[in-house]
T-cell receptor, first 110, second 112 residues
Framework: GNSVTQMEGPVTLSEEAFLTINCTYTATGYPSLFWYVQYPGEGLQLLLKATKADDKGSNKGFEATYRKETTSFHLEKGSVQVSDSAVYFCALTGFQKLVFGTGTRLLVSP | DAGVTQSPTHLIKTRGQQVTLRCSPKSGHDTVSWYQQALGQGPQFIFQ???????QRGNFPDRFSGHQFPNYSSELNVNALLLGDSALYLCASLPGPNNEQFFGPGTRLTVL
């Protein structure tokens, strides 16, 4: 079945550092790929998405490229801020439902 | 335009009891999906409702049931609660079954 694997956290960075959170997937067909963010005590917000191979999703300085050959969708940001501290979930669509990874907690210190 | 709303925000129940959670979708959305997010885990798909019918179901027992009303709002019912049902329950609405999902803030259920 479809599945998503994310790097375990927490990821601890200083402000303005470079961020990479790894995500790989297993899926039949050609799913759309997503990154969601969850701030403390809140629901999920869509951060970015890509619907086909080689697409790059981007939002708020975050980027991720749909790599079919490596079945990956790694999240990157050039310079993180304290306000980026949250849990990040990689997800894919399969048969109308979202399949999520276990999440990666990001902690950014001043 | 209000987003997806869920009620209640928090709920405490004891083992064996029954619970009903409610979700109102975004304006213009006719499809609702429910997810369970256990502590420290990613959300798991429970089921999806469209045109007042359950269209797809995840790997959850029959104790989990739902309903969608003509105004597209939805309820999630859980019977015979277990300690393991303690989780954040998320509702997502979509403008049709194969579209982007918009999540509500969730209902945190604690089973004692």
């Amino acid at each position: 079945g479809n599945s998503v694997t994310q790097m375990e956290g927490p990821v601890t960075l200083s402000e303005e550092a470079f961020l990479t959170i790894n995500c790989t997937y297993t899926a039949t067909g050609y799913p759309s790929l997503f990154w969601y963010v969850q701030y403390p005590g809140e629901g999920l917000q869509l951060l970015l998405k890509a619907t086909k191979a080689d697409d790059k999703g981007s939002n708020k300085g975050f980027e991720a490229t749909y790599r079919k050959e490596t079945t990956s969708f790694h999240l990157e940001k050039g310079s993180v801020q304290v306000s980026d501290s949250a849990v990040y979930f990689c997800a894919l669509t399969g048969f109308q439902k979202l399949v999520f990874g276990t999440g990666t907690r990001l902690l950014v210190s001043p | 335009d209000a987003g997806v709303t869920q009620s209640p925000t928090h709920l405490i129940k004891t083992r064996g009891q029954q619970v009903t959670l409610r979700c109102s979708p975004k304006s213009g959305h006719d499809t609702v999906s429910w997810y369970q997010q256990a502590l420290g885990q990613g959300p798991q798909f429970i089921f999806q409702y469209y045109e007042e019918e359950e269209r797809q179901r995840g790997n959850f027992p029959d104790r989990f049931s739902g309903h969608q009303f003509p105004n597209y709002s939805s309820e999630l019912n859980v019977n015979a609660l277990l300690l393991g049902d303690s989780a954040l329950y998320l509702c997502a609405s979509l403008p049709g079954p194969n579209n982007e999902q918009f999540f509500g803030p969730g209902t945190r259920l604690t089973v004692l």
